[in-house]
C-alpha cells in the first residue's frame, strides 16, 4: 500500500481540532475511505519520515497512548520494523482501552513480534529515563489532535524524562501537551520535538506555535492520507502562504522579454538614507521584475545607483530637509515619471520630515496603479487611514500596505502592545474594511486579504530581525506584484514566503546573529529553486527540507 500524493489540500487550509475530525468522518463516511486506511496511511507516512531523516537510526521506541494517535504510532512501528529497525513500543495505558483501527493496529505488532511493554502509573522519571538510554529515535505518539492540556499521569513523567533526554523525539500529528487549537508560540508542559509529522491539513498549533526545540527550526511536515480535496473543510479562512508558490516554478516561456515581467518603481529615500531605496531596489531586480527603477532624492542619487549596474535611477527634486518635494507632483514631471509602471513601492527610507508625509498622500491620491506601501509611507497615514480606504476603492485597486506591529500601531492609533494581542483578527478587518492586502509582519507574518481570507507565513527566524528586512520584503512583494498583477493574492503570499525562505538559507548557512539583510537577498535563488514537497509528496511546512 503507498502513501497517497498531497494533492487533497492544493491550496493548504488550516484547520481547527474539530474540522480535521470532521474531514477524517467524511473521508470515511462520504468517499468510502475506511478509517484503518487513513491510520496506515499515518503510520507508513511517519515510518518513511523517520528513515529519511534518520537513516543512520538503529533503536526505535514509540511510546504510545490508547487514542487514534497511539494507533498512529502502533502502525508506524509496525512498518519501521519491517524495514530492519529495532522497535519497541511503550504503552502508556491499558490495552483493554484500545478500540476500532487502533486496537486492530496493536494486534499486528502482536503479529509481528514487535516488543511492547506497559508504563505503570507509579513510574519514576528515573526509572523511565532508562528507557531511552539506549535508542537512536523516540517516536512521541500519546496524544494528538483530540487533546486537551495539561498532560497528567504517565504522560506528564514521560515529559519530564524526555526534556534532558539525549535522543531526537519526532511527534506525530503533535508533541503530546500541544493543543491543535492554541495560537501560541510556545507551551510549557509538552513533549520535547525535533520534527513533526501531521496530517492532511496543519492544524493552528502548527503554522502559528514554535513546536520544535527553542533552539532549532525542526521539521513540520503535512502528509496526505488520502482523505479528498472536497472533505477537508474550514471555516478559519486560514491558508498557508507556502502554497502560492507554484505561482513561481513554472519555467518562464523560451521567447520572455522582460516587458512580460513588470516596470517596478521605487520611491523613497532621503539624504543620509540612501541604504533603504537601495535596498529594495536589488531585492526586486533579483526577485524576476523585467526592469526596477529607484527614484529618490537627487543628492543620494549617486550612491543608490551604485547598489548594482541593472538598475535605473530618477533624480527627484527634494526640500530643505533633503526630503522628497512636493514640486514632483507637477502634472507634466508625474506624468513622465510613472509612464509605463506596473507597480509603484512607496517608503523604503523616505523620512517623515518636512514635505514627505504630504508628498506620500498626494501620490497616493493621484494615481490608480497598483501600490505596495512600506515604512514612512504608512506613517504617512498616521491617523488617516480612511485616506487608503479611499484610494484602494472598494478593493478595485491593488493596494498592498506592509507594517511591522509599531507602525500598524502608528497607522491605526493604537499600542504595538494591542496589535500584537490581536493580530489575527486586526489584520483580518483592517484588509477588508479598508479594501487592501495587509502584510501584517512580525512572528507569523499574516498576509491577510480584502475579502478576509487571512494566510500565515511559515518562514524566516531571528536572523531577520536586523534593520534593512522590511526594506528588502518591499522589493520582493513589488516584484512579485509586478510580475502577476492578474493574481495579487499569490503574488504577495509568495513574496511573504520567499522572503522568510531566503532568510532561512542565510541563517542555515551563516550564524545566526552575522547575517544581513542583503544576505537574505543573495539567498533568493536557493528560495526560488526550493521545493517544499519531498519525495513521498508531503509538504514541509517548517523546516529545510535538505
Not at 36 to 41: N, V
Not at 157 to 170: E, F, R, S, Y
Amino acid at each position: 500500500m503507498t502513501v497517497p500524493v498531497n494533492a487533497s489540500n492544493p491550496d493548504m487550509k488550516i484547520l481547527t481540532a474539530a474540522e480535521m475530525s470532521k474531514a477524517d468522518r467524511a473521508t470515511a463516511e462520504r468517499f468510502g475511505v475506511p478509517f484503518a486506511d487513513l491510520m496506515e496511511h499515518a503510520g507508513m507516512a511517519v515510518a518513511r519520515f523517520v528513515l529519511a531523516r534518520y537513516p543512520q537510526a538503529k533503536r526505535i521506541v514509540a511510546l504510545c497512548g490508547t487514542g487514534n494517535n497511539g494507533g498512529d504510532g502502533f502502525v508506524a512501528a509496525h512498518h519501521l520494523q519491517a524495514a530492519g529497525v529495532e522497535v519497541s513500543v511503550l504503552l502508556t495505558g491499558d490495552a483493554s482501552k484500545l478500540q476500532g483501527a487502533a486496537a486492530e493496529a496493536f494486534q499486528q505488532l502482536d503479529q509481528a513480534l514487535v516488543p511492547v511493554g506497559t508504563l505503570p502509573d507509579g513510574a519514576s522519571v528515573g526509572g523511565v529515563h532508562q528507557t531511552f538510554a539506549h535508542a537512536d529515535v523516540v517516536l512521541d505518539a500519546v496524544v494528538g489532535t483530540g487533546f486537551k492540556p495539561p498532560l497528567r499521569g504517565v504522560a506528564a513523567v514521560l515529559q519530564q524524562a524526555l526534556q534532558d533526554a539525549v535522543v531526537p523525539v519526532v511527534s506525530v500529528d503533535l508533541p503530546s501537551g500541544w493543543d491543535a487549537d492554541s495560537q501560541a508560540q510556545a507551551v510549557e508542559g509538552a513533549f520535547r520535538s525535533d520534527a513533526v509529522v501531521t496530517f492532511t491539513a496543519p492544524k493552528l498549533a502548527h503554522v502559528f506555535g514554535h513546536l520544535t526545540a527553542p533552539e532549532v527550526f525542526g521539521p513540520v511536515v503535512v502528509a496526505s492520507i488520502g482523505s479528498p480535496e472536497a472533505a477537508v473543510e474550514s471555516g478559519t479562512g486560514l491558508t498557508w502562504t507556502g502554497s502560492s508558490k507554484r505561482l513561481f516554478q513554472l519555467p518562464r516561456p523560451i521567447d520572455s522579454n522582460k516587458g512580460m515581467y513588470g516596470h517596478v518603481l521605487l520611491i523613497g529615500g532621503a539624504y543620509g538614507k540612501s541604504g533603504a531605496p537601495a535596498m529594495s531596489s536589488l531585492a526586486a531586480l533579483r526577485t524576476g521584475a523585467g526592469l526596477v527603477t529607484a527614484a529618490v532624492p537627487k543628492s543620494i542619487l549617486n550612491t543608490v545607483a551604485a547598489i548594482t549596474p541593472e538598475l535605473m535611477t530618477v533624480p527627484l527634486q527634494e526640500d530643505a530637509h533633503g526630503s522628497v518635494a512636493l514640486a514632483n507632483l507637477e502634472p507634466a514631471r508625474l506624468d513622465k515619471l510613472l509612464k509605463k509602471i506596473t507597480v509603484l513601492a512607496i517608503g523604503p527610507g523616505l523620512g517623515t520630515e518636512g514635505e514627505a508625509p504630504e508628498f506620500v498622500q498626494r501620490l497616493v491620491a493621484a494615481t490608480d496603479m497598483p501600490l505596495v506601501l512600506d515604512a514612512d509611507a504608512l506613517n504617512a497615514f498616521k491617523g488617516k487611514a480612511e485616506l487608503i480606504k479611499q484610494a484602494a476603492q472598494g478593493g478595485r485597486r491593488t493596494i498592498v500596505l506592509t507594517p511591522h506591529p509599531g507602525e500598524m500601531g502608528t497607522l491605526l492609533g493604537i499600542s504595538t502592545k494591542e496589535v500584537q494581542a490581536d493580530r489575527l483578527n486586526l489584520a483580518r478587518r483592517f484588509a477588508t474594511e479598508h479594501g487592501v492586502t495587509l502584510v501584517l509582519k512580525g512572528w507569523r507574518t499574516l498576509v491577510a486579504h480584502p475579502d478576509g481570507a487571512v494566510s500565515v507565513n511559515t518562514t524566516g527566524n531571528p536572523s531577520m530581525a536586523k534593520g534593512g528586512s522590511g526594506d528588502i520584503l518591499t522589493g520582493i512583494v513589488a516584484a512579485c506584484v509586478a510580475q502577476h498583477p492578474e493574481n495579487v493574492r499569490d503574488a504577495v503570499n509568495a513574496a511573504v514566503y520567499l522572503h522568510g525562505l531566503a532568510g532561512d538559507f542565510a541563517a542555515h548557512r551563516m550564524e545566526q546573529h552575522t547575517v544581513l539583510a542583503t544576505d537574505t537577498v543573495a539567498h533568493l535563488s536557493d528560495a526560488f529553486r526550493y521545493r517544499t514537497a519531498d519525495a513521498q509528496g508531503a509538504e514541509w511546512i517548517c523546516g529545510l527540507r535538505q
